[in-house]
């Protein structure tokens, strides 16, 4: 468990070095199951990385560290922004004293406003626990995150 965190940690590290570099870095909020911060790190113009770093409310409520790597398909375009599909495949740890370690599949339609350096998404995410024990769950959210 202690080796997958501290992969976890490297990948989050590099990846925020990545984003101040070049400017397709965003942050925010996620409400749903988890609820928490959101980040996103573009890394070419249909693929991002995905992480949060939140409060799971499976059990008794645990943080909940996720990062997921997408891809993006423009749905459509207006005068004031875009719509994105966004599809991709994860992991998550829910840090409790018996840690859960999941496989997630996020689904999700994103808006970027033209106008303002500002998004807003709606996700639903099939998850597949591996380690504690092998259970299905399904997690979801509204977010919104501004862009550097």
Same mark, same amino acid.
């Given at each position: 468990? =202690?080796?997958?965190?501290?992969?976890?940690?490297?990948?989050? /590290?590099?990846?925020? *070095?990545?984003?101040f570099a070049q400017k397709d870095f965003g942050i925010g909020i996620?409400?749903?199951?988890?609820?928490?911060?959101?980040? =996103?790190? &573009? +890394?070419? !113009? *249909?693929? %991002?990385?995905?992480? %949060?770093?939140?409060?799971?409310?499976?059990?008794?409520?645990?943080?909940?560290?996720?990062?997921? &790597? #997408?891809?993006?398909?423009?749905?459509?375009?207006?005068? !004031?922004?875009?719509? %994105?599909? &966004? &599809?991709g495949i994860g992991g998550r740890i829910i840090?409790?004293?018996?840690?859960? #370690?999941? /496989?997630?599949?996020?689904?999700?339609?994103?808006? /970027?406003?033209? +106008?303002?350096? #500002?998004?807003?998404?709606?996700? /639903?995410?099939?998850?597949?626990?591996?380690?504690?024990?092998?259970?299905?769950?399904?997690?979801?959210?509204?977010? #919104?995150?501004?862009?550097?």
């Amino acid at each position: 468990m =202690k080796n997958i965190l501290q992969i976890f940690v490297i990948i989050i /590290v590099i990846s925020f *070095n990545t984003a101040f570099a070049q400017k397709d870095f965003g942050i925010g909020i996620i409400a749903g199951d988890p609820t928490g911060l959101s980040a =996103k790190l &573009y +890394t070419g !113009s *249909n693929n %991002a990385f995905d992480f %949060a770093a939140a409060w799971s409310f499976k059990g008794s409520g645990h943080l909940l560290l996720q990062a997921d &790597y #997408v891809w993006h398909s423009s749905l459509s375009r207006t005068s !004031s922004g875009m719509f %994105a599909l &966004y &599809y991709g495949i994860g992991g998550r740890i829910i840090f409790s004293n018996d840690p859960n #370690v999941g /496989v997630r599949i996020p689904i999700g339609i994103d808006y /970027v406003f033209s +106008t303002a350096p #500002v998004d807003i998404f709606l996700e /639903v995410v099939p998850v597949l626990d591996l380690i504690r024990s092998t259970d299905f769950d399904l997690n979801g959210g509204i977010g #919104v995150r501004f862009w550097f």
